[in-house]
């Protein structure tokens, strides 16, 4: 066998993956609402899922993409979800993320200016940027003595900050073992983990107490450090924050500065998270004093909508860093940085290789501008402050600090047991995932607003979670006065039933990932893959016009009944009963029939609303439609048979005098038109999508055919991007090479209907189609004079005969579910998400219906 050679080594290779990776990316962050935020992976099950060893061989690289889907979704969690609440964000951007990708292309290090004078401007520039948006004190600017440099995280500024403050102490002739350095018992623990990794005595880093709001006690500060003096050490640096890590306090900075710029001490702040909330003047107060400070840093990989690793370091004054961290051996020698005139970043860190992280800070100020910036954060600080104030309003909870920004901290009053297992509860259901912390040495949920796809509805879902989880307060036994939750079930801890799928359909493609059901709503989609089979949404049929020997027209409200548990059982959980033309008063007594709540079984399909298949039709293209029964366009009738019952979608010809007003009378009613049974040509198709048609009922059938210069009806709905075109897939139907045509021509807007009559479902033989006798024989329906008059099989036959045509599964899928769905306006009936009600089918590899999940029951 010939050596396959190994996959992208090549510029090409790049080119063809990397849209395919692309896509996929762009796919995961379009999905991210369907996997459980917090992974729930067992400790070694990733590991366990890769080999022992590296491949001996190339892969492939679709193997390599399965296995992101297969491997690293179900074990990930999902930071950028919109539900993900937890620690702080890490809001990663599609600039930032193209940013990302042009930085890995060049793939420079830029250590030197010499090594790549735009990665070094570009990130001078992009940090004297910020120093003017965000109005942070000029001493920072690069222009002047001081500057900005993008370090990988608060942590590494932090450290740098204390290398520097330590390095202009040593200088004064005092020992790095008489060198103390402050922060608030609040402060991040990257401050001792620092102060140890620069060397000072763990026994001088002093945690100041803070005051009742998390901030630091100034009087305390002024006592340590004097009494520090006392013992003959030197105050050496303070690290003031800027929005605590637990509860987004501010200390107290004019203070902190007077009292740092009296004792010579350099004061570092961090304000990892909050600093980005400057870019709106309104969210400036923590500015204040900062023109005091010898240092400060801020993450916009955090809050300012780029990916991490992004944080801006600035130094008033750049000589104690790079008197700190300057080491030049004969080997990083070179002309540029010997003139003086240039920058050289490795300087300004510890590590001496770096990436060119600026582009993504300027792909994402580029794209999104000042404002854009500004309005999300804005935004979020509006979420929070929402939030804060239904936590405030609602007995069950205290705030355990001032809701600050996009923080708020809160407890159960039942004490830290119940809040613990609340949030617990809360992380369960997938759907949001929060963090906790102590303070005063109480449990404390911690909510942190600043996803990139975080939305108002988001929030609102989390409140409603909460609202229903939350026991009620002791000293009050029920939550009268409280905002209603709608008629949702309340989320139980009742036992999940996992469908045990390899795949689910979402979004038109096959996701590799299970499914799961409890208490009839749909609680995990993502799980890790079971064996074998796809989830699906209950299919959707439009046209159904009877089923298992069961004609619509003529049933009995039982034998509706009846009819919808069969179409369950063959994996059809939502359908328009389908009327085909009849007198007036059979097709309303039909209606009337349908409409009632007994003509619904309750393991049975759900009703989506009647479909009147005529009676405002071509008496050319009646097909099974008895001719007598055809009638002009008539308002008053149309208003008639509209008031029967739940219609919802109404079969036209557009050619016939006055179907114009029909048209824009069913749009006002708000019922979807579909164009058939029809000698339109395609001028009069056009018209009719013009007012407001759209969709075109068994498209090829009953309508003029497609000739070269005369597309007809047909030709019109293949060329119209506005219509959903109908299929019957039942092999009878339509010819393969036309099905495969329609599938082409209409890509992303085909959908697939039965047409089924009462022979589907049963075998050959003698039905009623309306009025008219037809007869089912080898699949086909046709009256005695043979025209076809519906179809003998089942929706998930047409599914199955299109995957033997080699059409996609997941275009299938989603053209017997989605778009169906979406046409008549319920697209939540064809979408597979959490929190929704449970109608699900379980399809075998071989696309026949496994299992079948009503209101989270198999049936
Ligand atoms: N400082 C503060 C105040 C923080 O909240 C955090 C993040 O938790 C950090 C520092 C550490 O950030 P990084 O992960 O960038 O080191």
Request: aromatic residues 6%.
């Amino acid at each position: 066998m010939p050596d396959p050679g190994p996959f992208l080594v090549s510029p090409e290779d790049l080119r063809r993956h990397g849209y395919r990776a692309i896509d996929w990316v762009a796919d995961y962050l379009t999905n991210l609402e369907i996997y459980p935020v917090a992974a729930r992976t067992a400790p070694g099950e990733v590991a366990a899922m890769l080999p022992s060893s590296a491949p001996e061989q190339p892969e492939d690289f679709e193997a390599v993409v399965a296995d992101l889907d297969r491997i690293v979704l179900p074990g990930t969690m999902h930071w950028q979800a919109p539900g993900f609440f937890g620690f702080f964000p890490a809001n990663a951007s599609p600039p930032a993320i193209l940013g990302e990708l042009v930085a890995a292309g060049l793939g420079v290090n830029g250590m030197l200016w010499a090594t790549s004078p735009a990665c070094t401007e570009i990130e001078t520039v992009m940090l004297d940027w910020l120093v003017e948006l965000l109005d942070l004190p000029d001493r920072f600017c690069s222009s002047g003595p001081g500057g900005g440099v993008i370090q990988d995280s608060a942590s590494s500024a932090t450290l740098c900050a204390l290398l520097s403050a330590r390095e202009r102490a040593v200088k004064t002739g005092v020992p790095l073992s008489g060198l103390c350095v402050y922060a608030s018992a609040e402060a991040h623990s990257s401050v001792s983990k620092g102060a140890r990794v620069a060397g000072f005595d763990p026994g001088h880093i002093r945690p100041i107490a803070v005051d009742d709001d998390f901030r630091m006690d100034v009087g305390a500060l002024g006592a340590a450090m004097g009494d520090d003096r006392a013992a003959g050490l030197v105050p050496c640096c303070v690290v003031a924050t800027a929005g605590t890590t637990s509860s987004l306090a501010f200390d107290p900075i004019p203070a902190i500065g007077e009292l740092c710029r009296a004792e010579g001490t350099w004061l570092h702040v961090d304000a990892a998270m909050a600093g980005s909330a400057a870019i709106c003047p309104e969210l400036r107060a923590q500015h204040e004093g900062l023109d005091l400070a010898d240092s400060y840093a801020f993450n916009p990989h955090k809050w300012l909508l780029t990916n991490f690793d992004c944080d801006c370091f600035y130094v008033a004054n750049r000589a104690s860093l790079t008197g700190a961290l300057s080491i030049t051996p004969e080997y990083l020698r070179n002309g540029a940085s010997e003139s003086g005139f240039v920058i050289d970043y490795r300087d300004w860190q510890v590590p001496l290789g770096r990436r060119f992280r600026a582009l993504k800070l300027w792909f994402v100020l580029r794209s999104y501008g000042a404002e854009g910036l500004r309005r999300h954060v804005r935004e979020h600080v509006r979420l929070a402050q929402r939030f804060a104030g239904l936590v405030a309003a609602d007995e069950r909870f205290e705030l355990c600090s001032p809701p600050t920004l996009n923080l708020t901290c809160f407890r159960h009053v039942g004490g830290d047991e119940v809040s613990e297992r609340l949030l617990g509860a809360l992380n369960a259901t997938g759907k949001v995932f929060l963090s906790h912390t102590r303070l005063q040495d109480r449990y404390t949920i911690r909510c942190c607003v600043g996803g990139t796809w975080t939305e108002e509805r988001h929030v609102e879902m989390l409140w409603q979670l909460i609202d229903e989880l939350a026991p009620a307060s002791a000293n009050r036994p029920a939550t009268p006065n409280r905002p209603a939750t709608g008629n949702r079930p309340a989320i139980r801890s009742g036992r999940q039933r996992r469908l045990g799928a390899a795949a689910f359909l979402h979004n038109g493609r096959l996701v590799p990932g299970d499914v799961a059901v409890a208490d009839g709503e749909v609680v995990a989609v993502g799980l890790p893959p079971g064996r074998r089979g796809i989830a699906v949404p209950g299919l959707v049929d439009l046209q159904v016009n009877g089923y298992a020997g069961v004609d619509v027209l003529a049933a009995p409200v039982e034998g509706l009944a009846g009819l919808g548990r069969a179409l369950a059982r063959d994996g059809v959980l939502s359908f328009q009963p389908t009327l085909i033309s009849s007198e007036p008063g059979a097709t309303r007594r039909a209606a009337g029939r349908i409409g009632e709540p007994a003509s619904r079984h309750p393991d049975g399909a759900r009703l989506l609303g009647i479909h009147l298949e005529g009676p405002f039709i071509s008496p050319s293209r009646a097909g099974a439609h008895p001719l007598e029964r055809l009638v002009a366009p008539d308002l008053e009738l149309l208003g008639y048979l509209l008031d029967a019952g739940p219609v919802t979608m109404v079969t036209i010809a557009p050619e016939l005098a006055g179907a114009g007003e029909l048209i824009a009378e069913c749009r006002r009613r708000g019922v979807v038109v579909s164009l058939g049974h029809s000698d339109a040509d395609a001028q009069q198709a056009a018209r009719g999508f013009d007012e407001g048609a759209r969709a075109v009922t068994h498209v090829f059938n009953a309508m003029a055919p497609l000739t070269a210069r005369a597309p007809g009806l047909a030709g019109a709905a293949l060329a119209d991007s506005r219509v959903t075109v109908q299929v019957v897939a039942d092999g009878v139907h339509l010819a393969d090479d036309t099905l495969q045509l329609v599938v082409s021509a209409a890509r992303g807007r085909w959908s697939i209907v039965s047409d089924a009559t009462a022979a589907s479902g049963q075998g050959d033989g003698e039905v009623v189609l309306g009025e008219v006798p037809v007869v089912a024989a080898g699949g086909a329906v046709r009256r005695t004079d043979g025209t076809i008059a519906g179809s003998a099989a089942k929706l998930v036959d047409g599914v199955r005969h299109l995957a033997g045509l080699g059409v996609p599964v997941g275009e299938i899928l989603t053209a017997a579910t989605a778009r169906p769905a979406a046409l008549v306006g319920r697209e939540e009936i064809g979408r597979i998400r959490l929190g929704d009600p449970a109608y699900l089918v379980l399809l075998t590899d071989e696309l026949e219906v496994d299992t079948v999940i009503v209101e989270g029951r198999p049936i």
